[in-house]
C-alpha cells in the first residue's frame, strides 16, 4: 500500500511518498548520467545526512496532488518508473496541393520540429514515446511528401520521424486533440512560411520555446542541424518555471533534477563536485542552470539533446586537443572581406584560422568543430540574397493654378499622411483634398505621402496635361539594392564662353538640372523608408555676369516611411516665367501718334509648380 510521510528536519517539512514494499539501499550516485523521466512538478526530497532539496513547479498540480517526488542520491526509496508513449496510428492524406500527415499517440503529444537539407526532409522528435506501430520507412507518395521514416533513440527515450520531402516546402503544425497531431506540408512559395499553431503559453509547457523558433524555409536550413542551434534549442527561450530551494545539497543530486524536470539528459564530469545552497523563486529551468554553472565555474556543452556539464577549465581545456577541422564556403552575395571581418570576432583565438580566396569568392574554415559550425551559422544569415527595390519618379511641370483650383493646397508640414485621398474621375473645380485652407502659398519645399491613390492621380495627372497645364518633363524608372543610393538626374548645360591669355577662347557649361537621389530600406514588416534628396539648378537669365547666366538652387532633404507601392510627392520647387508678347500692323505702326492703334504689347506673368513623385516598389524574385 502507498503511504506518505512528512519529516521535520532544520524547520523544513519534507514530504516523501513511496512504496513501502520497495525499498533502496543505493541509488544512482555513483552513475552520474541522467536521462529524462518526463515527470515534471513539485520535487521534495530527503537526502542524506538531513540534506534539503526542494523544487516546485509553479501553479501545476499532478495526478490530483500538489507535487510528485523524486528519488535522488542517497535516496531510501526508488522513483516511480518514466511512462513511455507510442505510436497508435498514422495516416497520411492530400488535399489539394497540401499532403496532411496525421498522427494519434497514446499520451499527451510533446515534440520539437525542424528542418534538415542533404536530402530535404522535415523532422519531429518525440520525447517519451516509442515506435508503437511503425516498424519501418512508409511510402507516403503523395505532393511534397516521399517517405516517413521513424527511429527511436533508447538511451534517450526519443522517437525521430523524418519526413522524406521531394522540393522545398512550407508546414503547419496543428495539435488536434491532447493526443493528436496534424502536420501540413505543401509547396513553398516566396511568402508563405512555417506555422506552428500551438499558443505560447502551450510551448512553454511542452518544449520550451516560442512559435518564433519556428519560422522559417526548409531551404534556410544547411545539411546538419548546427551544434549551437541545437544547445539554443535545449536551454533557450522561455522554459518551465519552478521554484528551487537547495540547503547544502550535492550538485549531481541538482543536476538531476534539472534533468527529470527539462526533459533532457545530462552527463556529468567526474570533477563535478561540491553542495548548493541557493533559493530562486519562480524561474525557468534554465536560468536556473545558467546561474548555477556560472556560479560554480563550470560550464556546458550540448550534443544533439545531451548536455555535458565540466569546469570550465576542463573543457578549455578539451577545446585545445580536439582535431581541427577545414571546411571550403563559397559565398554568393555578401561581400568576402566584410564577412572574414565578422568571422574572426567567433573563431577560436589560438588555432582559429579563416582565408579566403577571392577568385573563387571562398572562404577557407580552420577551426574545432564547434567553431565551424558556429561560424557556418553565421554565414547562412548574412549570406542571402540582397532585395532591390524599383524607384519609380515623375517631375511634372504644374500650373500653380491648376492646383489650387483642384484644392491640392500643401502646407508646410512634412510627412502628411493622405490615407485616401478620394480623387474623383472627373473635374468640377471644387476642393479634391483640402489641406490649409487658410495657409498662405508656401515659399518652401514640402514633402507628402500619398497611399493607395495612384489611379486617381494618374487621372488628376492626365487631366491637366490634356488642358495645357501640365507637362511631363521625365519619368525615370531605376531599380537598386536595398541600401544603395539611386541617382537620378534631369535637365540642361548651359554653355557659355570664356576667353583667357593662355587658353583663348573656350566654350564651358553650367547645369541647369534637377537631381533626385533616393536612398532604400526595406523594414522587416516589407514598408520601405527612404532618404530623398531633390534638388533643383535653375538659370536665371536676368541676372549674368559676364553674360553668364546665375544658377538658382534649391534643395529639399527627406526621411519618409511609406507602403510598398505607395508614392511619395515633393513639391515646393516653383518657376516663375514672364512672357512679354509684340503684336503690331506693318507700317502702319511707325506712324507717329497714331502709330499706337496698330500696335500691342502684352505680358504674361506665369508660376509654376515643379511637383516630384516617388513610388518605390520591392521587386519580387522568385528563389529557386
Same mark, same amino acid.
Given at each position: 500500500?502507498?503511504?506518505?510521510?512528512?519529516?521535520?528536519?532544520?524547520?523544513?517539512?519534507?514530504?516523501?511518498?513511496?512504496?513501502?514494499?520497495?525499498?533502496?539501499?543505493?541509488?544512482?550516485?555513483?552513475?552520474?548520467?541522467?536521462?529524462?523521466?518526463?515527470?515534471?512538478?513539485?520535487?521534495?526530497?530527503?537526502?542524506?545526512?538531513?540534506?534539503?532539496?526542494?523544487?516546485?513547479?509553479?501553479?501545476?498540480?499532478?495526478?490530483?496532488?500538489?507535487?510528485?517526488?523524486?528519488?535522488?542520491?542517497?535516496?531510501? =526509496? @526508488? *522513483?516511480?518508473?518514466?511512462?513511455?508513449?507510442?505510436?497508435? !496510428?498514422? $495516416? %497520411?492524406?492530400?488535399?489539394?496541393?497540401? &499532403?496532411?500527415?496525421?498522427?494519434?499517440?497514446?499520451?499527451?503529444?510533446?515534440?520539437?520540429?525542424?528542418?534538415?537539407?542533404?536530402?530535404?526532409?522535415?523532422?519531429?522528435?518525440?520525447?517519451?514515446?516509442?515506435?508503437?506501430?511503425?516498424?519501418?520507412?512508409?511510402?507516403?507518395?503523395?505532393?511534397?511528401?516521399?517517405?516517413?521514416?521513424?527511429?527511436?533513440? =533508447? @538511451? *534517450?527515450?526519443?522517437?525521430?520521424?523524418?519526413?522524406?520531402? !521531394?522540393? $522545398? %516546402?512550407?508546414?503547419?503544425?496543428?495539435? &488536434?486533440?491532447?493526443?493528436?497531431?496534424?502536420?501540413?506540408?505543401?509547396?513553398?512559395?516566396?511568402?508563405?512560411?512555417?506555422?506552428?499553431?500551438?499558443?505560447?503559453?502551450?510551448?512553454?509547457?511542452?518544449?520550451?520555446?516560442?512559435?518564433?523558433?519556428?519560422?522559417?524555409?526548409?531551404?534556410?536550413?544547411?545539411?546538419?542541424?548546427?551544434?549551437?542551434?541545437?544547445?539554443?534549442?535545449?536551454?533557450?527561450?522561455?522554459?518551465?518555471?519552478?521554484?528551487?530551494?537547495?540547503?547544502?545539497?550535492?550538485?549531481?543530486?541538482?543536476?538531476?533534477?534539472?534533468?527529470?524536470?527539462?526533459?533532457?539528459?545530462?552527463?556529468?564530469?567526474?570533477?563535478?563536485?561540491?553542495?548548493?545552497?541557493?533559493?530562486?523563486?519562480?524561474?525557468?529551468?534554465?536560468?536556473?542552470?545558467?546561474?548555477?554553472?556560472?556560479?560554480?565555474?563550470?560550464?556546458?556543452?550540448?550534443?544533439?539533446?545531451?548536455?555535458?556539464?565540466?569546469?570550465?577549465?576542463?573543457?578549455?581545456?578539451?577545446?585545445?586537443?580536439?582535431?581541427?577541422?577545414?571546411?571550403?564556403?563559397?559565398?554568393?552575395?555578401?561581400?568576402?572581406?566584410?564577412?572574414?571581418?565578422?568571422?574572426?570576432?567567433?573563431?577560436?583565438?589560438?588555432?582559429?584560422?579563416?582565408?579566403?580566396?577571392?577568385?573563387?569568392?571562398?572562404?577557407?574554415?580552420?577551426?574545432?568543430?564547434?567553431?565551424?559550425?558556429?561560424?557556418?551559422?553565421?554565414?547562412?544569415?548574412?549570406?542571402?540574397?540582397?532585395?532591390?527595390?524599383?524607384?519609380?519618379?515623375?517631375?511634372?511641370?504644374?500650373?500653380?493654378?491648376?492646383?489650387?483650383?483642384?484644392?491640392?493646397?500643401?502646407?508646410?508640414?512634412?510627412?502628411?499622411?493622405?490615407?485616401?485621398?478620394?480623387?474623383?474621375?472627373?473635374?468640377?473645380?471644387?476642393?479634391?483634398?483640402?489641406?490649409?485652407?487658410?495657409?498662405?502659398?508656401?515659399?518652401?519645399?514640402?514633402?507628402?505621402?500619398?497611399?493607395?491613390?495612384?489611379?486617381?492621380?494618374?487621372?488628376?495627372?492626365?487631366?491637366?496635361?490634356?488642358?495645357?497645364?501640365?507637362?511631363?518633363?521625365?519619368?525615370?524608372?531605376?531599380?537598386?539594392?536595398?541600401?544603395?543610393?539611386?541617382?537620378?538626374?534631369?535637365?540642361?548645360?548651359?554653355?557659355?564662353?570664356?576667353?583667357?591669355?593662355?587658353?583663348?577662347?573656350?566654350?564651358?557649361?553650367?547645369?541647369?538640372?534637377?537631381?533626385?537621389?533616393?536612398?532604400?530600406?526595406?523594414?522587416?514588416?516589407?514598408?520601405?523608408?527612404?532618404?530623398?534628396?531633390?534638388?533643383?539648378?535653375?538659370?536665371?537669365?536676368?541676372?549674368?555676369?559676364?553674360?553668364?547666366?546665375?544658377?538658382?538652387?534649391?534643395?529639399?532633404?527627406?526621411?519618409?516611411?511609406?507602403?510598398?507601392?505607395?508614392?511619395?510627392?515633393?513639391?515646393?520647387?516653383?518657376?516663375?516665367?514672364?512672357?512679354?508678347?509684340?503684336?503690331?500692323?506693318?507700317?502702319?505702326?511707325?506712324?507717329?501718334?497714331?502709330?499706337?492703334?496698330?500696335?500691342?504689347?502684352?505680358?504674361?506673368?506665369?508660376?509654376?509648380?515643379?511637383?516630384?513623385?516617388?513610388?518605390?516598389?520591392?521587386?519580387?524574385?522568385?528563389?529557386?
Amino acid at each position: 500500500m502507498n503511504e506518505e510521510r512528512v519529516v521535520k528536519t532544520k524547520n523544513m517539512k519534507i514530504h516523501i511518498s513511496c512504496l513501502t514494499a520497495v525499498v533502496m539501499a543505493v541509488c544512482l550516485t555513483a552513475f552520474p548520467v541522467f536521462g529524462a523521466t518526463g515527470d515534471k512538478g513539485h520535487a521534495s526530497v530527503k537526502p542524506e545526512n538531513m540534506k534539503g532539496i526542494s523544487v516546485t513547479k509553479s501553479g501545476k498540480t499532478i495526478n490530483g496532488k500538489k507535487g510528485k517526488v523524486w528519488n535522488v542520491a542517497q535516496m531510501t =526509496e @526508488e *522513483a516511480p518508473a518514466s511512462t513511455i508513449n507510442e505510436i497508435q !496510428n498514422l $495516416t %497520411a492524406d492530400q488535399q489539394g496541393d497540401e &499532403t496532411s500527415i496525421q498522427l494519434q499517440i497514446s499520451g499527451s503529444v510533446n515534440y520539437t520540429a525542424f528542418k534538415l537539407e542533404n536530402p530535404l526532409r522535415l523532422v519531429l522528435d518525440f520525447p517519451g514515446t516509442s515506435q508503437g506501430m511503425l516498424s519501418g520507412a512508409i511510402q507516403v507518395n503523395k505532393g511534397v511528401v516521399n517517405t516517413v521514416t521513424p527511429t527511436y533513440f =533508447e @538511451e *534517450a527515450k526519443v522517437l525521430r520521424l523524418e519526413i522524406g520531402l !521531394n522540393q $522545398t %516546402a512550407s508546414y503547419e503544425i496543428v495539435k &488536434t486533440g491532447p493526443n493528436s497531431l496534424d502536420v501540413r506540408i505543401q509547396a513553398a512559395s516566396m511568402e508563405a512560411g512555417n506555422k506552428d499553431t500551438r499558443t505560447a503559453s502551450s510551448f512553454e509547457e511542452e518544449m520550451g520555446m516560442t512559435s518564433g523558433q519556428q519560422e522559417g524555409s526548409l531551404y534556410e536550413s544547411g545539411s546538419k542541424a548546427s551544434v549551437e542551434d541545437t544547445c539554443g534549442n535545449l536551454l533557450g527561450g522561455q522554459k518551465e518555471r519552478y521554484t528551487f530551494d537547495f540547503q547544502d545539497a550535492s550538485l549531481k543530486n541538482i543536476f538531476r533534477i534539472i534533468s527529470d524536470v527539462s526533459g533532457f539528459n545530462v552527463v556529468l564530469s567526474p570533477d563535478v563536485s561540491g553542495n548548493v545552497n541557493v533559493r530562486l523563486v519562480d524561474v525557468g529551468w534554465n536560468t536556473a542552470l545558467e546561474l548555477i554553472l556560472d556560479n560554480y565555474g563550470l560550464a556546458r556543452k550540448c550534443q544533439k539533446n545531451i548536455i555535458r556539464i565540466a569546469p570550465k577549465a576542463a573543457l578549455e581545456e578539451a577545446k585545445k586537443s580536439e582535431p581541427l577541422v577545414t571546411e571550403m564556403i563559397r559565398i554568393s552575395y555578401a561581400d568576402i572581406e566584410e564577412m572574414v571581418k565578422n568571422l574572426e570576432k567567433i573563431k577560436s583565438i589560438d588555432r582559429g584560422q579563416i582565408s579566403s580566396d577571392t577568385r573563387t569568392n571562398t572562404l577557407i574554415l580552420t577551426d574545432i568543430e564547434d567553431k565551424i559550425e558556429e561560424m557556418v551559422s553565421v554565414i547562412r544569415t548574412l549570406d542571402i540574397r540582397t532585395p532591390q527595390v524599383m524607384i519609380e519618379s515623375r517631375i511634372i511641370e504644374i500650373a500653380r493654378s491648376f492646383t489650387q483650383d483642384l484644392g491640392l493646397q500643401w502646407t508646410l508640414n512634412n510627412n502628411i499622411d493622405v490615407a485616401n485621398p478620394g480623387f474623383p474621375t472627373t473635374l468640377n473645380g471644387e476642393f479634391l483634398v483640402d489641406l490649409a485652407t487658410n495657409v498662405a502659398t508656401p515659399a518652401g519645399l514640402y514633402t507628402l505621402t500619398m497611399s493607395d491613390a495612384d489611379h486617381q492621380l494618374q487621372l488628376i495627372l492626365a487631366a491637366a496635361e490634356s488642358e495645357g497645364k501640365s507637362r511631363t518633363i521625365a519619368n525615370p524608372k531605376v531599380t537598386t539594392l536595398d541600401n544603395k543610393e539611386a541617382k537620378i538626374r534631369s535637365g540642361r548645360e548651359i554653355p557659355y564662353q570664356t576667353f583667357s591669355a593662355n587658353e583663348g577662347t573656350k566654350i564651358e557649361f553650367v547645369d541647369a538640372e534637377i537631381n533626385l537621389t533616393v536612398k532604400p530600406h526595406i523594414t522587416a514588416e516589407e514598408d520601405v523608408y527612404m532618404k530623398i534628396t531633390a534638388t533643383q539648378n535653375q538659370a536665371d537669365f536676368g541676372q549674368q555676369v559676364n553674360g553668364v547666366p546665375t544658377i538658382i538652387t534649391k534643395e529639399a532633404n527627406s526621411e519618409v516611411l511609406v507602403d510598398n507601392g505607395a508614392t511619395v510627392v515633393l513639391g515646393g520647387l516653383f518657376q516663375q516665367e514672364i512672357n512679354e508678347a509684340r503684336v503690331r500692323v506693318p507700317y502702319l505702326h511707325q506712324i507717329p501718334i497714331l502709330g499706337y492703334l496698330f500696335k500691342n504689347r502684352s505680358q504674361d506673368d506665369t508660376i509654376s509648380e515643379l511637383l516630384i513623385f516617388v513610388t518605390p516598389t520591392i521587386v519580387r524574385e522568385n528563389i529557386e
